[in-house]
Protein backbone atom coordinates (compact mmCIF):
# COMPACT_ATOMS: atom_id res chain seq x y z
CA UNK A 1 0.00 0.00 0.00
CA UNK A 2 1.17 3.65 -0.94
CA UNK A 3 0.63 6.18 1.33
CA UNK A 4 0.78 9.83 -0.64
CA UNK A 5 1.62 12.92 2.58
CA UNK A 6 1.35 16.63 1.54
CA UNK A 7 3.84 18.29 3.34
CA UNK A 8 3.72 22.12 3.02
CA UNK A 9 5.98 25.03 5.48
CA UNK A 10 3.64 27.04 7.79
CA UNK A 11 5.97 29.78 6.54
CA UNK A 12 4.97 29.59 3.03
CA UNK A 13 1.44 30.48 3.95
CA UNK A 14 0.89 31.94 7.09
CA UNK A 15 0.58 35.99 7.56
CA UNK A 16 3.44 37.54 9.62
CA UNK A 17 1.17 40.11 10.91
CA UNK A 18 -2.75 40.76 10.73
CA UNK A 19 -2.80 43.28 8.73
CA UNK A 20 -1.26 41.35 5.47
CA UNK A 21 -3.20 39.61 2.65
CA UNK A 22 -3.62 35.89 2.77
CA UNK A 23 -1.21 33.84 0.91
CA UNK A 24 -3.20 32.19 -2.23
CA UNK A 25 -1.20 29.79 -4.43
CA UNK A 26 -3.01 29.41 -8.00
CA UNK A 27 -1.59 26.17 -10.65
CA UNK A 28 -1.99 27.74 -14.14
CA UNK A 29 -2.10 24.11 -15.78
CA UNK A 30 -4.64 24.70 -18.69
CA UNK A 31 -5.56 21.10 -17.95
CA UNK A 32 -7.40 22.08 -15.15
CA UNK A 33 -9.51 24.75 -16.42
CA UNK A 34 -11.58 23.21 -19.49
CA UNK A 35 -14.13 26.42 -19.07
CA UNK A 36 -11.79 29.24 -18.74
CA UNK A 37 -12.31 31.09 -21.55
CA UNK A 38 -16.31 30.77 -20.55
CA UNK A 39 -15.61 31.84 -17.49
CA UNK A 40 -13.14 35.27 -19.10
CA UNK A 41 -16.45 35.92 -21.02
CA UNK A 42 -18.92 36.14 -18.38
CA UNK A 43 -16.01 38.05 -16.74
CA UNK A 44 -15.68 40.65 -19.50
CA UNK A 45 -19.60 40.71 -19.98
CA UNK A 46 -19.64 41.73 -15.95
CA UNK A 47 -16.76 44.26 -16.46
CA UNK A 48 -18.78 45.61 -19.67
CA UNK A 49 -21.94 46.03 -17.58
CA UNK A 50 -20.23 47.54 -14.35
CA UNK A 51 -18.50 50.18 -16.68
CA UNK A 52 -22.17 51.52 -17.53
CA UNK A 53 -22.92 51.14 -13.64
CA UNK A 54 -20.47 53.32 -12.09
CA UNK A 55 -20.47 55.78 -15.31
CA UNK A 56 -20.41 59.69 -13.78
CA UNK A 57 -18.69 61.88 -16.39
CA UNK A 58 -20.51 65.30 -14.94
CA UNK A 59 -18.31 66.25 -11.72
CA UNK A 60 -19.46 69.81 -11.42
CA UNK A 61 -20.46 73.24 -12.50
CA UNK A 62 -18.73 76.77 -12.62
CA UNK A 63 -20.74 79.18 -12.44
CA UNK A 64 -19.70 83.32 -12.48
CA UNK A 65 -20.32 84.48 -15.92
CA UNK A 66 -23.21 86.58 -16.37
CA UNK A 67 -23.93 85.79 -20.65
CA UNK A 68 -22.62 83.38 -22.70
CA UNK A 69 -19.20 81.43 -22.47
CA UNK A 70 -18.04 82.13 -25.83
CA UNK A 71 -13.63 80.87 -25.58
CA UNK A 72 -11.60 79.50 -22.86
CA UNK A 73 -7.79 78.51 -22.67
CA UNK A 74 -5.60 76.47 -20.82
CA UNK A 75 -2.32 77.44 -19.14
CA UNK A 76 0.36 75.20 -20.03
CA UNK A 77 3.00 75.41 -16.83
CA UNK A 78 -0.15 75.43 -13.91
CA UNK A 79 -2.28 72.09 -14.67
CA UNK A 80 -5.32 73.68 -12.58
CA UNK A 81 -5.48 76.96 -13.99
CA UNK A 82 -8.19 78.04 -16.26
CA UNK A 83 -9.25 80.82 -18.68
CA UNK A 84 -12.91 81.69 -19.51
CA UNK A 85 -13.99 84.73 -21.62
CA UNK A 86 -17.76 85.42 -22.14
CA UNK A 87 -20.22 87.53 -24.83
CA UNK A 88 -19.97 90.71 -22.01
CA UNK A 89 -16.47 91.03 -22.13
CA UNK A 90 -15.73 89.76 -19.15
CA UNK A 91 -12.70 87.16 -18.25
CA UNK A 92 -11.63 84.99 -15.64
CA UNK A 93 -9.04 82.64 -14.44
CA UNK A 94 -10.41 79.37 -12.59
CA UNK A 95 -9.00 77.20 -10.41
CA UNK A 96 -10.64 73.62 -11.31
CA UNK A 97 -8.96 71.79 -8.24
CA UNK A 98 -11.37 73.94 -5.91
CA UNK A 99 -13.91 75.16 -8.76
CA UNK A 100 -13.56 78.43 -7.93
CA UNK A 101 -12.67 81.73 -9.47
CA UNK A 102 -9.13 83.31 -8.83
CA UNK A 103 -8.85 86.24 -10.74
CA UNK A 104 -11.23 88.22 -13.05
CA UNK A 105 -10.34 91.03 -15.67
CA UNK A 106 -11.96 93.38 -16.95
CA UNK A 107 -11.91 91.98 -20.43
CA UNK A 108 -13.33 94.64 -23.47
CA UNK A 109 -16.12 96.29 -24.42
CA UNK A 110 -17.70 93.49 -26.85
CA UNK A 111 -18.06 89.94 -26.70
CA UNK A 112 -14.60 88.00 -26.37
CA UNK A 113 -13.54 86.04 -29.42
CA UNK A 114 -10.54 84.54 -28.56
CA UNK A 115 -7.96 83.70 -25.48
CA UNK A 116 -4.06 82.22 -25.33
CA UNK A 117 -1.67 81.92 -23.07
CA UNK A 118 2.27 82.45 -23.71
CA UNK A 119 4.51 79.25 -23.60
CA UNK A 120 5.86 80.41 -19.91
CA UNK A 121 2.37 80.68 -18.86
CA UNK A 122 2.43 84.19 -17.26
CA UNK A 123 1.27 86.55 -20.38
CA UNK A 124 -2.65 85.99 -20.99
CA UNK A 125 -3.46 87.48 -24.68
CA UNK A 126 -7.11 88.29 -25.39
CA UNK A 127 -9.00 89.73 -28.54
CA UNK A 128 -12.33 90.81 -29.23
CA UNK A 129 -14.71 92.58 -31.09
CA UNK A 130 -13.86 96.19 -30.14
CA UNK A 131 -10.81 95.69 -32.38
CA UNK A 132 -8.32 95.32 -29.47
CA UNK A 133 -5.48 92.92 -28.46
CA UNK A 134 -5.09 93.24 -25.07
CA UNK A 135 -1.98 91.60 -22.93
CA UNK A 136 -2.57 90.84 -18.92
CA UNK A 137 -0.36 89.54 -16.46
CA UNK A 138 -1.36 85.93 -15.13
CA UNK A 139 -1.34 86.09 -11.15
CA UNK A 140 1.34 83.16 -10.18
CA UNK A 141 0.62 83.23 -6.68
CA UNK A 142 -2.95 83.01 -6.67
CA UNK A 143 -2.96 79.57 -8.48
CA UNK A 144 -0.44 78.03 -6.33
CA UNK A 145 -2.33 79.67 -2.42
CA UNK A 146 -4.70 77.95 -1.56
CA UNK A 147 -6.70 80.68 0.26
CA UNK A 148 -10.39 81.63 -1.27
CA UNK A 149 -9.25 85.56 -1.72
CA UNK A 150 -10.49 86.88 -5.52
CA UNK A 151 -8.03 88.88 -7.50
CA UNK A 152 -9.64 91.72 -9.73
CA UNK A 153 -6.61 92.84 -12.25
CA UNK A 154 -7.84 95.57 -13.88
CA UNK A 155 -4.99 96.98 -15.97
CA UNK A 156 -3.77 95.36 -18.84
CA UNK A 157 -0.47 95.54 -19.59
CA UNK A 158 -0.20 96.31 -22.59
CA UNK A 159 -3.45 97.60 -25.11
CA UNK A 160 -2.95 96.95 -29.05
CA UNK A 161 -5.83 98.58 -30.91
CA UNK A 162 -6.00 97.85 -34.78
CA UNK A 163 -8.89 98.82 -37.55
CA UNK A 164 -11.17 95.65 -37.58
CA UNK A 165 -12.30 93.70 -34.84
CA UNK A 166 -10.93 89.65 -34.15
CA UNK A 167 -12.42 86.59 -34.04
CA UNK A 168 -9.68 84.14 -32.52
CA UNK A 169 -6.02 84.48 -31.29
CA UNK A 170 -3.20 81.82 -30.54
CA UNK A 171 0.10 81.62 -29.14
CA UNK A 172 2.99 79.66 -30.07
CA UNK A 173 3.93 76.75 -28.73
CA UNK A 174 7.74 77.59 -28.36
CA UNK A 175 8.37 81.94 -28.75
CA UNK A 176 6.81 84.84 -28.33
CA UNK A 177 4.61 85.96 -31.38
CA UNK A 178 1.03 84.79 -31.34
CA UNK A 179 -1.30 85.03 -34.41
CA UNK A 180 -5.06 86.61 -34.20
CA UNK A 181 -7.86 86.02 -36.66
CA UNK A 182 -10.35 88.50 -38.46
CA UNK A 183 -10.49 90.01 -41.95
CA UNK A 184 -6.80 88.65 -42.45
CA UNK A 185 -4.35 86.59 -40.21
CA UNK A 186 -2.05 89.10 -38.32
CA UNK A 187 1.00 88.14 -36.88
CA UNK A 188 2.30 89.97 -33.17
CA UNK A 189 4.84 90.14 -30.88
CA UNK A 190 4.48 90.82 -27.08
CA UNK A 191 7.08 94.31 -27.48
CA UNK A 192 5.62 95.63 -30.52
CA UNK A 193 2.14 97.32 -31.06
CA UNK A 194 1.39 97.04 -34.37
CA UNK A 195 1.64 93.25 -36.31
CA UNK A 196 5.44 92.45 -38.04
CA UNK A 197 3.39 90.30 -40.65
CA UNK A 198 0.12 89.66 -42.32
CA UNK A 199 -1.32 87.28 -44.61
CA UNK A 200 -4.53 87.69 -46.43
CA UNK A 201 -6.07 85.10 -49.46
CA UNK A 202 -8.93 86.30 -50.37
CA UNK A 203 -11.59 88.65 -48.89
CA UNK A 204 -13.47 86.26 -46.59
CA UNK A 205 -13.40 86.45 -42.96
CA UNK A 206 -10.75 84.76 -41.49
CA UNK A 207 -12.91 82.73 -37.88
CA UNK A 208 -10.25 80.30 -36.22
CA UNK A 209 -6.23 79.78 -36.44
CA UNK A 210 -3.77 76.99 -34.53
CA UNK A 211 -0.35 76.84 -34.95
CA UNK A 212 1.41 73.69 -34.98
CA UNK A 213 2.53 72.37 -31.77
CA UNK A 214 5.52 69.79 -33.83
CA UNK A 215 6.30 73.19 -36.37
CA UNK A 216 6.51 76.51 -34.33
CA UNK A 217 6.71 78.42 -37.88
CA UNK A 218 3.25 77.06 -39.20
CA UNK A 219 -0.13 77.47 -38.68
CA UNK A 220 -3.76 76.97 -40.29
CA UNK A 221 -6.70 78.56 -40.16
CA UNK A 222 -10.19 78.49 -41.26
CA UNK A 223 -12.54 80.72 -43.21
CA UNK A 224 -15.97 81.83 -43.93
CA UNK A 225 -15.33 80.92 -47.38
CA UNK A 226 -15.34 76.85 -46.18
CA UNK A 227 -11.68 77.02 -46.86
CA UNK A 228 -8.94 75.75 -44.49
CA UNK A 229 -5.26 77.38 -45.43
CA UNK A 230 -2.04 76.70 -44.20
CA UNK A 231 0.59 79.38 -43.52
CA UNK A 232 4.44 79.06 -43.04
CA UNK A 233 5.95 82.30 -41.14
CA UNK A 234 9.76 81.98 -43.16
CA UNK A 235 7.35 82.60 -46.70
CA UNK A 236 5.93 86.34 -47.30
CA UNK A 237 2.32 84.33 -48.75
CA UNK A 238 0.22 81.21 -47.48
CA UNK A 239 1.42 78.21 -48.85
CA UNK A 240 -1.79 75.36 -49.31
CA UNK A 241 -5.72 76.18 -49.76
CA UNK A 242 -8.40 73.62 -49.48
CA UNK A 243 -11.77 74.69 -50.28
CA UNK A 244 -14.67 72.34 -49.08
CA UNK A 245 -18.07 71.71 -50.34
CA UNK A 246 -20.12 72.44 -47.28
CA UNK A 247 -19.89 73.88 -44.26
CA UNK A 248 -21.76 73.20 -40.78
CA UNK A 249 -22.25 69.53 -42.49
CA UNK A 250 -22.30 68.30 -38.60
CA UNK A 251 -19.25 66.05 -39.14
CA UNK A 252 -15.13 66.48 -38.51
CA UNK A 253 -13.02 65.54 -40.76
CA UNK A 254 -9.24 64.93 -39.86
CA UNK A 255 -6.63 66.01 -42.76
CA UNK A 256 -2.84 65.33 -43.35
CA UNK A 257 -1.31 68.38 -43.76
CA UNK A 258 0.84 66.76 -46.31
CA UNK A 259 -1.86 65.75 -48.70
CA UNK A 260 -4.96 67.73 -48.32
CA UNK A 261 -7.09 66.35 -51.84
CA UNK A 262 -8.09 64.14 -49.19
CA UNK A 263 -9.51 63.31 -45.68
CA UNK A 264 -7.60 60.96 -43.54
CA UNK A 265 -11.04 60.54 -41.79
CA UNK A 266 -14.33 61.62 -41.43
CA UNK A 267 -15.76 61.74 -37.97
CA UNK A 268 -19.96 61.23 -37.69
CA UNK A 269 -22.27 61.70 -35.44
CA UNK A 270 -23.24 65.48 -34.53
CA UNK A 271 -26.37 66.62 -35.43
CA UNK A 272 -25.50 70.14 -35.91
CA UNK A 273 -22.74 72.15 -36.55
CA UNK A 274 -19.76 71.46 -34.53
CA UNK A 275 -18.73 74.93 -32.50
CA UNK A 276 -15.17 73.71 -31.08
CA UNK A 277 -12.30 70.95 -31.39
CA UNK A 278 -9.32 70.10 -29.25
CA UNK A 279 -6.93 67.42 -28.95
CA UNK A 280 -5.87 65.70 -26.10
CA UNK A 281 -2.37 66.33 -25.06
CA UNK A 282 -1.63 62.69 -26.05
CA UNK A 283 -2.81 63.30 -29.49
CA UNK A 284 -5.23 59.88 -29.43
CA UNK A 285 -8.24 61.61 -29.23
CA UNK A 286 -9.88 64.69 -29.46
CA UNK A 287 -13.24 66.15 -28.02
CA UNK A 288 -15.88 68.32 -29.99
CA UNK A 289 -18.71 70.49 -28.80
CA UNK A 290 -21.75 70.74 -30.90
CA UNK A 291 -24.91 73.19 -31.39
CA UNK A 292 -26.94 70.34 -30.75
CA UNK A 293 -26.22 70.69 -26.89
CA UNK A 294 -23.54 67.69 -26.97
CA UNK A 295 -19.92 67.19 -25.87
CA UNK A 296 -18.10 63.72 -28.17
CA UNK A 297 -15.00 62.45 -27.76
CA UNK A 298 -13.99 60.71 -30.46
CA UNK A 299 -10.64 58.62 -31.16
CA UNK A 300 -8.13 60.03 -33.80
CA UNK A 301 -8.69 57.68 -36.16
CA UNK A 302 -12.27 56.74 -35.92
CA UNK A 303 -15.81 57.52 -37.40
CA UNK A 304 -17.95 57.37 -34.27
CA UNK A 305 -17.37 58.76 -31.14
CA UNK A 306 -16.56 56.53 -28.19
CA UNK A 307 -18.39 59.03 -25.47
CA UNK A 308 -21.32 61.77 -25.78
CA UNK A 309 -21.77 64.04 -22.54
CA UNK A 310 -24.77 66.14 -22.35
CA UNK A 311 -27.35 67.34 -19.66
CA UNK A 312 -30.77 68.67 -19.16
CA UNK A 313 -29.63 71.94 -18.38
CA UNK A 314 -26.78 72.84 -20.30
CA UNK A 315 -27.31 74.53 -23.61
CA UNK A 316 -25.33 74.97 -26.90
CA UNK A 317 -21.72 74.29 -26.24
CA UNK A 318 -19.49 77.04 -27.96
CA UNK A 319 -15.91 75.62 -26.40
CA UNK A 320 -14.22 72.76 -25.07
CA UNK A 321 -11.17 72.06 -24.03
CA UNK A 322 -8.70 68.66 -22.11
CA UNK A 323 -7.02 69.27 -19.11
CA UNK A 324 -3.32 69.61 -19.41
CA UNK A 325 -3.48 65.81 -18.31
CA UNK A 326 -5.74 64.55 -20.19
CA UNK A 327 -7.61 63.25 -17.81
CA UNK A 328 -10.86 66.28 -17.61
CA UNK A 329 -12.68 67.98 -20.35
CA UNK A 330 -14.35 71.28 -19.56
CA UNK A 331 -16.72 72.89 -21.71
CA UNK A 332 -18.45 76.08 -22.10
CA UNK A 333 -22.07 76.74 -23.05
CA UNK A 334 -24.71 79.74 -23.32
CA UNK A 335 -25.60 79.15 -20.11
CA UNK A 336 -23.11 81.27 -18.69
CA UNK A 337 -21.52 77.87 -16.81
CA UNK A 338 -19.11 75.95 -17.53
CA UNK A 339 -18.83 72.00 -16.51
CA UNK A 340 -16.25 69.58 -15.88
CA UNK A 341 -16.41 66.26 -17.08
CA UNK A 342 -14.01 63.06 -16.87
CA UNK A 343 -12.43 62.37 -20.30
CA UNK A 344 -13.38 58.28 -19.29
CA UNK A 345 -16.76 58.23 -17.90
CA UNK A 346 -16.31 55.36 -15.73
CA UNK A 347 -12.82 56.07 -13.99
CA UNK A 348 -12.58 55.86 -10.08
CA UNK A 349 -11.39 59.34 -8.93
CA UNK A 350 -8.64 59.70 -5.89
CA UNK A 351 -5.92 57.70 -5.08
CA UNK A 352 -6.46 54.00 -6.28
CA UNK A 353 -4.45 50.72 -4.06
CA UNK A 354 -2.26 48.64 -6.66
CA UNK A 355 -4.88 45.89 -6.14
CA UNK A 356 -7.63 48.28 -7.34
CA UNK A 357 -5.58 49.24 -9.92
CA UNK A 358 -4.42 45.73 -10.96
CA UNK A 359 -8.25 44.92 -11.17
CA UNK A 360 -9.21 47.54 -13.52
CA UNK A 361 -6.46 46.89 -15.98
CA UNK A 362 -7.92 42.85 -15.62
CA UNK A 363 -11.40 44.17 -16.61
CA UNK A 364 -9.74 46.61 -19.65
CA UNK A 365 -7.56 43.70 -20.63
CA UNK A 366 -10.82 41.31 -20.98
CA UNK A 367 -13.29 43.73 -22.74
CA UNK A 368 -10.76 43.77 -24.93
CA UNK A 369 -10.07 40.53 -25.80
CA UNK A 370 -13.78 39.43 -26.08
CA UNK A 371 -15.14 43.30 -27.36
CA UNK A 372 -16.05 41.68 -31.06
CA UNK A 373 -18.90 39.58 -29.62
CA UNK A 374 -22.07 40.83 -30.37
CA UNK A 375 -23.32 41.74 -26.51
CA UNK A 376 -20.45 43.19 -25.29
CA UNK A 377 -20.36 45.17 -28.27
CA UNK A 378 -23.78 46.28 -27.57
CA UNK A 379 -23.16 46.91 -24.13
CA UNK A 380 -20.40 49.24 -24.74
CA UNK A 381 -21.54 50.51 -27.34
CA UNK A 382 -25.00 52.15 -26.30
CA UNK A 383 -25.69 55.60 -25.00
CA UNK A 384 -28.93 57.49 -24.15
CA UNK A 385 -29.63 60.19 -25.73
CA UNK A 386 -32.30 63.80 -24.74
CA UNK A 387 -35.36 62.49 -27.18
CA UNK A 388 -34.63 65.71 -29.44
CA UNK A 389 -31.71 64.26 -30.43
CA UNK A 390 -32.72 61.03 -30.86
CA UNK A 391 -35.70 61.93 -32.82
CA UNK A 392 -33.10 63.89 -34.86
CA UNK A 393 -31.12 61.11 -35.44
CA UNK A 394 -33.52 59.16 -36.71
CA UNK A 395 -34.47 61.89 -39.11
CA UNK A 396 -30.94 62.27 -40.30
CA UNK A 397 -30.48 58.93 -41.12
CA UNK A 398 -33.75 58.63 -43.35
CA UNK A 399 -32.58 61.69 -45.09
CA UNK A 400 -29.06 59.92 -45.80
CA UNK A 401 -30.68 57.06 -46.97
CA UNK A 402 -32.58 58.69 -49.43
CA UNK A 403 -29.43 60.31 -50.86
CA UNK A 404 -28.05 56.73 -51.11
CA UNK A 405 -31.17 55.09 -52.91
CA UNK A 406 -31.74 58.45 -55.40
CA UNK A 407 -27.44 58.41 -56.13
CA UNK A 408 -27.77 54.34 -56.73
CA UNK A 409 -30.63 54.32 -58.83
CA UNK A 410 -29.97 57.70 -61.05
CA UNK A 411 -26.00 55.51 -61.24
CA UNK A 412 -28.25 52.63 -62.39
CA UNK A 413 -30.07 54.51 -65.13
CA UNK A 414 -27.20 55.97 -66.36
CA UNK A 415 -24.81 55.10 -69.34
CA UNK A 416 -21.84 53.33 -67.84
CA UNK A 417 -18.91 55.52 -66.41
CA UNK A 418 -20.96 58.54 -66.87
CA UNK A 419 -21.10 58.47 -62.72
CA UNK A 420 -17.94 58.10 -61.11
CA UNK A 421 -19.14 57.19 -57.28
CA UNK A 422 -16.78 59.42 -55.39
CA UNK A 423 -15.65 58.25 -51.41
CA UNK A 424 -16.99 60.51 -48.70
CA UNK A 425 -13.88 61.74 -47.67
CA UNK A 426 -13.15 63.47 -51.28
CA UNK A 427 -16.53 64.28 -51.56
CA UNK A 428 -16.49 67.33 -49.65
CA UNK A 429 -13.91 68.58 -51.29
CA UNK A 430 -13.98 71.23 -54.17
CA UNK A 431 -10.40 71.95 -54.95
CA UNK A 432 -6.76 72.41 -53.51
CA UNK A 433 -4.78 75.62 -54.24
CA UNK A 434 -1.30 75.95 -53.84
Known amino acids: MKVKVISRSTDEFTRERSQDLQRVYHNYDPNLR ?79 RGLTVSTDGRILVSCGTDCTVKLWNVPVATLTDSDDSTDNSSEPLAVYVWKNSFWAVDHQWEGDLFATAGAQVDIWNHNRSQPINSFQWGTDTVISVRFNPAEPNVLATTASDRSITLYDLRMSSPARKVIMRANEDCNCYSYDSRKLDEAKCVHMGHESAVMDIDYSPTGREF ?71 RKHAYHEAVKNRYKHLPEIKRIVRHRHLPKPIYKAASLRRTMMEAERRKAERRKAHSAPGSIVTEPVRKRRIIKEVE
Open 34 to 112: PQEKAVEYVRALTAAKLEKIFARPFIGALDGHRDGISCMAKNPNYLKGFFSGSMDGDIRLWDIANRRTVCQYSGHQGAV
Open 287 to 357: VTGSYDRTIRIFQYNGGRSREIYHTKRMQRVFCVKFSCDASYVISGSDDTNLRLWKAKASEQLGVLHPREQ
